[in-house]
């Protein structure tokens, strides 16, 4: 077969291919194209998830008679300043959005400029045949309406999922795009969705939030942490949420830059280092980023879809995101804990919201045929004496409990004491959860995953200082293993030298620990040898050198850290608590687990129906 050039209607469908992939995508171009107008207003419509109707009314600038003509031609944009690359400044720039759907659908667009007088424009394109431009009576703005979506490709509908996912795929788009613009009203409304209706935030970061919390909940804006950085021109704005506050997929990681919705790899792994200590393993934090820099230090033009982007100098960025938000969590000790009483009504309920009275008719044991002679004036007597004042009761009876040896007796915390990030100690319970009071609550710390976190953290500054101390053992550990451990143990020698860990060879199935860090000379060192070999083993030769050093010392910090069961004095748990309000980070285990939860004592009040 001769070669041939393609015709023009024809390469504008081989481009839909790759610009328009679904739905989402073209209510993506076609609301960016809105944001660039000026809109400050933008309804969506669709219907059966897209393929029948996308419709997106603005407010915008709107466009001239013949802008309007040009726009709908392949490559024509008004965005490219020279035609640029370098300086891409809009969301949109290629000219490929409009021509690419009017090839694969039904494309009408009518318009009005605010300065044009009464009258607006229409346009029609359908199957990538052009209709004249008319007069059309329309306010300012302008209305795109895309009906039966690859009608003019069939195929391409196959690969279509169902009217609900590509729904919630065009809710997705809208979201983030949303983000990124909180002073623009959006409204969406269509089958398969829940609709919604989000008014225009000032332009703050007060705003911001508040469009974060419109989208995301206010369980987010309970849980976040501004985040306001500037690192060589580069600056990072928006809010990360506390690291007890993730979710099961990165679906709620929020990126952006320069305005522009991304899913940037190098902004994910940024993401995941700095709250790689604080949260647990498969679970992900939620955070809404945004970052703004020259748009020369930024190439948006890598993707067809526009959804990566490329930094010249990607260190940079990573380091801007890890500090600001390590910054943020180490300045948030005390609030990286998720509210307690939300996890009580979650396994309780929550009480005393009906309060039922029992009707007359209800079942009574005094009236059950059942009922033994005489037991309604027994129950009567047995009420009388259980109502009986205070004053009569014996301290000596059963009702009483004992105190627990370590309980703080008859002394209120002082004030200095009250108002305290995590209070004064009052109790330890089952000889591992610690019950401090505050000044407005209570606060339940795990003494195992409280200290193991301190000791995480002083090992970390130690090794980053002066290097950590060793001790020498009297005798020598030997510790079993298998032969695939023992090989990874001894690759890693030198390694864990650094680390206070001195390990040699011990023939056949075993090794011999010589040197044992001093913090931890008196942990179980056997234990803690098999899991540091199963540490390595596990992270084999992924991880960098860095966050294996930190594995390794989160794991040899578990065998040190004081065990649940172990009874503590009042004055060991005020010593944990000073430790905890001083050492960031301490709001998690080195698994990512809580450490505390607070309740304050409103929350109290209500579960027990007293608000």
Not at 318 to 344: F, P, Q
Not at 400 to 426: C, K, M
Not at 578 to 594: I, L, Y
Request: proline share 6%; net charge negative; aromatic share 4%.
């Amino acid at each position: 077969m001769p070669v041939r050039r393609l015709d023009t209607i024809l390469i504008d469908r081989i481009a839909a291919g790759e610009v328009i992939e679904r739905p989402a995508a073209a209510v993506k171009e076609l609301v960016e194209n809105a944001l660039d107008a000026g809109a400050g207003r933008i309804d969506v419509v669709i219907e059966h998830g897209g393929r029948s109707l996308i419709r997106i009314v603005d407010d915008g600038g709107g466009m001239s008679a013949d802008d309007l003509e040009l726009a709908v031609e392949r490559h024509a944009t008004s965005k490219l300043d020279h035609g640029d690359l370098g300086r891409i400044a809009t969301l949109g720039f290629r000219g490929e959005a409009l021509p690419s759907i009017g090839a694969v659908a039904r494309l009408d667009i009518s318009t009005r400029q605010f300065t044009s007088g009464a009258t607006g424009h229409a346009l029609v394109v359908e199957s990538g045949i052009k209709g004249p431009v008319v007069p059309a009576a329309r306010p300012p703005g302008t209305t795109v309406e895309v009906r039966d979506l690859f009608g003019a490709t069939p195929a391409r509908l196959k690969f279509l999922k169902s009217d609900r996912t590509e729904a919630q795929a065009v809710a997705g788009v809208i979201r983030r795009l949303a983000m990124a613009s909180p002073q623009v009203r959006f409204s969406l409304s269509g089958d398969h969705l829940s609709g919604f209706e989000w008014q225009a935030c000032q332009p703050t970061p007060a705003g911001l939030l508040e469009r974060l919390g419109q989208i995301l909940g206010t369980d987010f804006v309970e849980n976040a942490m501004p985040l306001d950085a500037l690192r060589e021109g580069a600056a990072l704005s928006g809010f990360a949420a506390v690291p007890t506050f993730h979710r099961a997929t990165r679906e709620s990681q929020y990126l952006f830059v320069n305005g522009r919705p991304v899913r940037d790899k190098v902004l994910i792994a940024a993401v995941h280092a700095a709250y790689i200590d604080h949260v647990p393993r498969e679970r992900f934090p939620v955070v809404a980023l945004f970052l703004s820099c020259d748009p020369k230090q930024v190439d948006v033009n890598v993707h067809p879809a526009k959804a990566e982007v490329r930094f010249r100098d990607p260190g940079l960025i990573r380091g801007l995101i890890v500090g600001a938000i390590r910054e943020a969590i180490g300045g948030a000790i005390h609030r990286a804990a998720a509210t307690g009483v939300d996890r009580v009504r979650q396994v309780f309920g929550d009480p005393m919201l009906r309060r039922e009275t029992p009707s007359e008719s209800a079942w009574s044991a005094a009236a059950s045929p059942q009922a033994p002679a005489g037991f309604e004036e027994q129950a009567q007597r047995s009420f009388r004496d259980f109502a009986r004042p205070s004053a009569d009761l014996r301290r000596d009876e059963p009702f009483f409990v004992t105190p627990h040896p370590t309980t703080v007796r008859d002394q209120v915390p002082t004030d200095a004491e009250a108002t305290t990030p995590l209070g004064a100690a009052r109790a330890q319970l089952h000889e591992t959860y610690i019950v401090a009071q505050t000044h407005d609550g209570v606060v339940i710390v795990d003494q195992h995953a409280a200290h193991e976190r301190l000791v995480y953290e002083r090992m970390k500054q130690a090794r980053a200082a002066a290097g950590i101390a060793r001790q020498i053992l009297l005798i020598p550990v030997v510790v079993e293993l298998d032969p695939q451990a023992i090989a990874d143990v001894l690759e890693q020698a030198d390694t864990l030298a650094e680390l206070g860990l001195v390990v040699e060879s011990f023939g056949p199935g075993a090794v011999t620990v010589r040197e044992v860090p001093a913090e931890l000379a008196k942990g179980d060192i056997a234990g803690m040898v098999r899991d540091v070999a199963e540490t390595l083993q596990a992270d084999g030769h992924t991880q960098p050198l860095e966050r294996k050093l930190d594995h390794v010392l989160a794991t040899m910090a578990c065998h040190h850290s004081v065990r649940a069961g172990r009874r503590l004095l009042v004055e060991e748990m005020n010593a944990l608590l000073r430790d905890m309000e001083r050492t960031p980070g301490s709001g998690q285990c080195n698994h990512g687990r809580p450490t505390f939860i607070k309740l304050k004592l409103a929350d109290i009040e209500r579960l027990f129906g007293r608000q």
